[in-house]
């Protein structure tokens, strides 16, 4: 069965501090890893990583894939208060009736 | 391009009874999946969508059913109602798979008394 964990399960640090969140996974023919970010709604879409090493940025956030040791990070620097949210990872396999296996989420915390 | 809506976002429901819930995607996307999240049990996978054709089923008990319609809009039904059953739930659409990049509708928050 597909597995995805993260860590830390929470963490509460201070606007400026840089954070990094993990995502370890074990799934059968692996497409793609996803993180998303929710607050107190619907989670939404921040990065999708299918080939190891290559790191993708949008603005403060960055994350990148280790498909060798099944892992990935996600990076936040200089954070916000904006950035207080629950941050999931999500696995896929490759095939067509695959389903996507959601981590339990790292609660971040950001205080001004 | 509109979001993935989801109809209605707030219900009360008493045990025993049953509830439909609408997800209607993005235009273009055809793979609407359906999940279920509460504070104990996080994201849980109920059942996946394509072509008016279930084609993926989480662990869930034959009291959660669904369909989808040739406009590619979905429904989720949950009979029989427990108290367990309150959660958000939530659609993701996605252009072909649910192994395409998913985006989520705003939810339906269930409560059951």
């Known amino acids: 069965e597909d597995k995805v964990v993260q860590s830390p399960l929470s963490l509460v640090v201070h606007e400026g501090d840089t954070v990094t969140l993990n995502c370890s996974y074990e799934?059968?023919?692996?497409?793609?890893l996803l993180w998303y970010k929710q607050e107190k709604k619907a989670p939404t879409f921040l990065f999708m990583l299918?080939?190891?090493?290559i790191e993708k940025k949008s603005g403060r956030l960055s994350s990148i894939l280790d498909k060798k040791e099944l892992f990935s990070i996600l990076n936040i620097t200089a954070t916000q208060t904006g950035d207080s949210a629950v941050y999931l990872c999500?696995?896929?396999?490759?095939?067509?009736?695959?389903?996507?296996?959601f981590g339990d989420g790292t609660t971040l915390t950001v205080k001004p | 391009k509109a979001g993935v809506t989801q109809t209605p976002r707030y219900l009360i429901k008493t045990r025993g009874q049953q509830v439909t819930l609408s997800c209607s995607p993005i235009?273009?996307?055809?793979?609407v999946s359906w999940y279920q999240q509460t504070p104990g049990q996080g994201l849980q996978f109920l059942f996946e969508?394509?072509?008016?054709?279930?084609?993926n089923k989480g662990n869930f008990p034959g009291r959660f059913s669904g369909r989808q319609f040739s406009n590619s809009r979905s429904e989720m039904n949950v009979s029989t109602l427990e108290l367990g059953d309150s959660a958000l739930y939530l659609c993701?659409?996605?252009?072909?798979?649910?192994?395409?990049?998913?985006?989520f509708g705003p939810g339906t928050r269930l409560t059951v008394l």
């Open positions: 299918t080939s190891s090493g």
């Open positions: 235009s273009g996307h055809r793979s």
């Open positions: 969508y394509f072509s008016e054709t279930q084609r």
């Open positions: 993701a659409t996605s252009q072909e798979t649910s192994t395409d990049t998913q985006y």
């Open positions: 799934v059968t023919n692996f497409r793609s």
């Open positions: 999500a696995v896929t396999p490759n095939t067509n009736a695959g389903k996507s296996t």
